[in-house]
């Protein structure tokens, strides 16, 4: 059974700084790894999506990096503002077809402090 | 713009009563999903459909019932068997092939 786990639960950080969010699964046998952003009260929004064939994704200040073997997936974000302060959550499918269903951790709850 | 409408946003029921929540996506994608999140214990799938007319129950279908007449909906009844239905209800959808997940925006779910 997959298991996704992520750390830390929560973080604070000054406005401005770098940061790294954690995530790794127990089978390596991944599809694919989606990270999303998920603010109070209100659903998810993807972030970035890494295929199982692909090692790093980017998107603006966003950059998710993917080592199946290790069973580990970051999440950088570069020069943090108050506006990224959210839950960040990363998932994984269960198999390799469209009705495939995700396994999420628990997510990172991101505090950025102006 | 394409996405996935959810509604209500906020809604209310009285105990013994069946409430359903909606989900319309006009993204043409095939597959669609009816997670639940409750503090601390992360999103919880309870029922998918890979096709029109079929569905699959999660890890928590128990007092939940849903359907798949048409391509574009999949409505979730909540019914008085489910004994702890306050919860932020959360639908999804994904397109065959390696495609990722798109979400609606949630509907909050409180018995009163």
């Known amino acids: 059974k997959q298991e996704v786990t992520q750390i830390p639960a929560a973080l604070s950080v000054p406005e401005g700084e770098n940061l790294v969010l954690n995530c790794s699964f127990t089978d390596s046998a991944i599809y694919n790894l989606q990270w999303f952003r998920q603010d109070p009260g209100k659903g998810l929004t993807s972030l970035l999506l890494i295929q199982s064939s692909q090692r790093e994704q980017t998107s603006g200040r966003l950059n998710a990096s993917l080592d199946k073997s290790s069973g580990r997936s970051t999440l950088y974000i570069a020069a943090s503002q108050p506006g990224d302060s959210a839950t960040y959550l990363c998932?994984?499918?269960?198999?390799?077809?469209?009705?495939?269903?995700?396994?999420f951790g628990e997510g990172t709850q991101l505090t950025v402090n102006p | 713009d394409g996405g996935i409408t959810q509604s209500p946003k906020y809604l209310f029921r009285k105990e013994g009563q069946n409430v359903t929540l909606s989900c319309e996506q006009n993204l043409n994608h095939d597959a669609m999903y009816w997670y639940r999140q409750d503090p601390g214990q992360g999103l919880r799938l309870i029922y998918y459909?890979?096709?029109?007319?079929?569905?699959q129950k999660g890890d928590i279908a128990e007092g939940y019932s849903v359907s798949r007449e048409k391509k574009e909906s999949f409505p979730l009844t909540v019914t008085s068997a489910q004994k702890n239905p306050t919860a932020f209800y959360l639908c999804?959808?994904?397109?065959?092939?390696?495609?990722?997940?798109?979400f609606g925006s949630g509907t909050r779910l409180t018995v009163v």
């Open positions: 999804a959808s994904r397109k065959a092939g390696n495609y990722g997940y798109t």
């Open positions: 998932a994984v499918p269960l198999e390799e077809t469209s009705g495939s269903r995700l396994t």
């Open positions: 459909s890979q096709i029109v007319n079929d569905f």
